[in-house]
């Protein structure tokens, strides 16, 4: 079981709009602690899609957009395209026991 | 540009060692701190172990703890992970993340730059 929960699959047909959310505890987003979200192609490593929080790295697209409110934090697709079809993983800090950087389960985005 | 190239998995039998290294370029290695994650066939990303840009700090998910040891090369701009005593579960693809600074800053810390991976597989 991960520390930060997100939903197995979304999908969406091109051009709407889709979110998936992370929900985490006191120990982590709760906390006050950033969230990162990472992008993974079938095929490939995971690459850098949002960090702390809602900020994009150079040469994201602005279709995506991170948010955080309380425990939970959300990653915003919009104008969904075919090439947005891939894992998304979240990622955090946990100041429990276990400690250190967790990730949550992981959501595959399907693009109808 | 930011390169990462892992080397060094394969077939390795329980309870056997392996030594990954990842080699960094397009960058300034000692400036930041590395982290090498890991991908379970067909399952989700796994944070296993973080070093600052100085080497002088190391990190470990208790997963690991005791039978992995994370070190860097300054001088040759190389990432290390040694494993030890490997399990069946610690079968997976192990990928070199760059951290964004020097140092691990526990809430604010998270991965750049991720190199293509290397497949370790423990069976007999």
């Known amino acids: 079981q991960s520390v930060l929960t997100q939903p197995p699959s979304v999908s969406g047909a091109p051009g709407q709009r889709v979110t998936i959310s992370c929900t985490g505890s006191?120990?982590?987003?709760?906390?006050?602690?950033?969230v990162h979200w990472y992008q993974q192609l079938p095929g490939t490593a995971p690459k850098l899609l949002i960090y702390?929080?809602?900020n994009r790295p150079s040469g994201v697209p602005d279709r995506f957009s991170g948010s955080k409110s309380g425990t939970s934090a959300s990653l915003a697709i919009t104008g969904l395209q075919a090439e947005d079809e891939a894992d998304y993983y979240c990622?955090?800090?946990?100041?429990?026991?276990?400690?250190?950087?967790?990730f949550g389960g992981g959501t595959k985005l399907t693009v109808l | 540009e930011v390169q990462l190239l892992e080397s060094g998995g394969g077939l390795v039998q329980p309870g056997g060692s392996l030594r990954l290294s990842c080699a960094a370029s397009?960058?300034?290695?000692?400036?930041?701190?590395m982290s090498w994650v890991r991908q379970a066939p067909g399952k989700g990303l796994e944070w296993v172990s973080a070093?600052?840009?100085?080497?002088?700090?190391?990190y470990y998910a208790d997963s690991v703890k005791g039978r992995f040891t994370i070190s860097r090369d300054n001088s040759k701009n190389t990432l290390y992970l040694q494993m030890n005593s490997l399990r069946a579960e610690d079968t997976a693809v192990y990928y070199c993340?760059?951290?964004?600074?020097?140092?691990?800053?526990?809430?604010?810390?998270?991965?750049?730059?991720w190199g293509q991976g290397t497949l370790v597989t423990v069976s007999s």
């Open positions: 993340a760059k951290g964004p600074i020097v140092v691990v800053v526990a809430g604010a810390y998270y991965f750049d730059y």
């Open positions: 397009g960058f300034t290695f000692s400036s930041y701190a």
């Open positions: 070093i600052s840009g100085s080497g002088g700090s190391t």
């Open positions: 006191s120990s982590n987003i709760g906390a006050g602690y950033d």
């Open positions: 702390g929080n809602s």
């Open positions: 990622q955090s800090y946990d100041s429990s026991l276990s400690g250190f950087w967790v």
